[in-house]
Nanobody, 123 residues
Protein backbone atom coordinates (compact mmCIF):
# COMPACT_ATOMS: atom_id res chain seq x y z
CA UNK A 1 0.00 0.00 0.00
CA UNK A 2 1.03 3.55 -0.71
CA UNK A 3 -0.57 6.47 1.07
CA UNK A 4 -0.59 9.83 -0.67
CA UNK A 5 -1.40 13.20 0.84
CA UNK A 6 -1.62 16.37 -1.21
CA UNK A 7 -1.18 19.87 0.14
CA UNK A 8 -0.62 23.38 -1.11
CA UNK A 9 -3.91 24.15 -2.76
CA UNK A 10 -5.78 27.37 -2.20
CA UNK A 11 -7.27 30.50 -3.72
CA UNK A 12 -5.09 32.58 -6.01
CA UNK A 13 -5.66 35.34 -8.52
CA UNK A 14 -5.15 34.77 -12.22
CA UNK A 15 -1.47 35.08 -13.07
CA UNK A 16 -0.41 33.87 -9.66
CA UNK A 17 1.44 30.77 -8.58
CA UNK A 18 0.97 27.80 -6.29
CA UNK A 19 3.11 24.80 -5.47
CA UNK A 20 1.36 21.55 -4.73
CA UNK A 21 3.08 18.83 -2.76
CA UNK A 22 2.25 15.17 -2.47
CA UNK A 23 3.85 13.21 0.34
CA UNK A 24 4.01 9.45 -0.03
CA UNK A 25 4.40 6.77 2.58
CA UNK A 26 4.21 3.03 2.82
CA UNK A 27 6.43 1.65 0.09
CA UNK A 28 9.66 2.50 -1.72
CA UNK A 29 8.78 5.80 -3.34
CA UNK A 30 11.43 5.56 -6.03
CA UNK A 31 9.76 2.45 -7.45
CA UNK A 32 6.72 4.49 -8.44
CA UNK A 33 6.10 6.86 -11.28
CA UNK A 34 3.97 9.75 -10.13
CA UNK A 35 1.23 11.72 -11.81
CA UNK A 36 -0.93 14.72 -11.23
CA UNK A 37 -4.53 14.79 -12.38
CA UNK A 38 -7.31 17.32 -11.90
CA UNK A 39 -11.07 17.42 -11.90
CA UNK A 40 -12.98 20.61 -12.54
CA UNK A 41 -16.60 21.01 -11.47
CA UNK A 42 -18.91 19.10 -13.79
CA UNK A 43 -16.03 17.58 -15.74
CA UNK A 44 -14.22 14.29 -15.79
CA UNK A 45 -10.84 13.94 -14.17
CA UNK A 46 -8.02 14.69 -16.60
CA UNK A 47 -4.29 14.08 -16.79
CA UNK A 48 -2.01 17.01 -16.00
CA UNK A 49 1.55 15.74 -15.68
CA UNK A 50 3.67 12.71 -14.92
CA UNK A 51 7.25 12.10 -13.84
CA UNK A 52 9.36 8.98 -14.07
CA UNK A 53 10.69 7.06 -11.12
CA UNK A 54 14.10 8.72 -11.24
CA UNK A 55 12.71 12.13 -12.15
CA UNK A 56 14.50 12.34 -15.48
CA UNK A 57 11.44 12.15 -17.69
CA UNK A 58 8.39 14.39 -17.49
CA UNK A 59 5.30 14.89 -19.59
CA UNK A 60 2.53 17.48 -19.57
CA UNK A 61 -0.87 18.01 -21.06
CA UNK A 62 -0.67 20.73 -23.69
CA UNK A 63 -2.78 23.19 -21.71
CA UNK A 64 -0.18 23.47 -18.92
CA UNK A 65 3.07 23.21 -20.88
CA UNK A 66 5.37 26.10 -20.11
CA UNK A 67 3.39 27.02 -16.99
CA UNK A 68 3.52 23.93 -14.75
CA UNK A 69 6.59 22.00 -13.64
CA UNK A 70 6.54 18.57 -12.02
CA UNK A 71 9.44 17.43 -9.89
CA UNK A 72 10.19 14.90 -7.20
CA UNK A 73 12.51 14.42 -4.27
CA UNK A 74 12.94 10.71 -3.67
CA UNK A 75 14.83 11.36 -0.45
CA UNK A 76 11.76 13.14 0.92
CA UNK A 77 9.19 10.82 -0.71
CA UNK A 78 7.51 13.84 -2.22
CA UNK A 79 6.37 14.97 -5.65
CA UNK A 80 5.66 18.58 -6.47
CA UNK A 81 3.68 20.53 -9.02
CA UNK A 82 4.80 24.11 -9.45
CA UNK A 83 2.01 26.04 -11.13
CA UNK A 84 2.75 29.48 -12.56
CA UNK A 85 0.68 31.90 -14.63
CA UNK A 86 -2.47 30.31 -13.32
CA UNK A 87 -5.71 30.78 -15.22
CA UNK A 88 -9.33 30.48 -14.08
CA UNK A 89 -9.62 27.34 -16.19
CA UNK A 90 -7.00 25.71 -13.95
CA UNK A 91 -9.58 25.69 -11.14
CA UNK A 92 -10.05 22.09 -10.05
CA UNK A 93 -9.36 19.52 -7.41
CA UNK A 94 -5.83 18.28 -8.01
CA UNK A 95 -4.92 14.67 -7.27
CA UNK A 96 -1.58 12.96 -7.13
CA UNK A 97 -1.31 9.31 -8.06
CA UNK A 98 1.32 6.58 -8.03
CA UNK A 99 1.91 3.64 -10.32
CA UNK A 100 4.46 0.89 -10.03
CA UNK A 101 6.67 1.12 -13.08
CA UNK A 102 7.16 3.71 -15.83
CA UNK A 103 5.26 6.97 -16.04
CA UNK A 104 1.96 7.17 -17.86
CA UNK A 105 -0.74 9.67 -18.77
CA UNK A 106 -3.42 6.99 -18.50
CA UNK A 107 -5.51 7.47 -15.38
CA UNK A 108 -6.55 3.82 -15.21
CA UNK A 109 -2.96 2.65 -14.90
CA UNK A 110 -2.40 4.32 -11.54
CA UNK A 111 -2.63 2.19 -8.43
CA UNK A 112 -2.86 4.70 -5.62
CA UNK A 113 -4.52 8.08 -5.27
CA UNK A 114 -4.54 10.92 -2.81
CA UNK A 115 -7.65 12.67 -1.54
CA UNK A 116 -7.06 15.79 -3.60
CA UNK A 117 -6.45 19.46 -2.91
CA UNK A 118 -8.61 22.30 -4.18
CA UNK A 119 -7.10 24.96 -6.41
CA UNK A 120 -9.25 27.96 -7.19
CA UNK A 121 -8.08 30.68 -9.57
CA UNK A 122 -10.07 33.89 -9.56
CA UNK A 123 -10.26 36.19 -12.57
Amino acid sequence: QVQLAESGGGLVQAGGSLRLSCAASGRTFSNYAMGWFRQAPGKEREFVSTISRGGTSTYYVDSVKGRFTISRDNAKNTVYLQMNSLKPEDTAVYYCAARLGPSSNYEGSYDYWGQGTQVTVSS
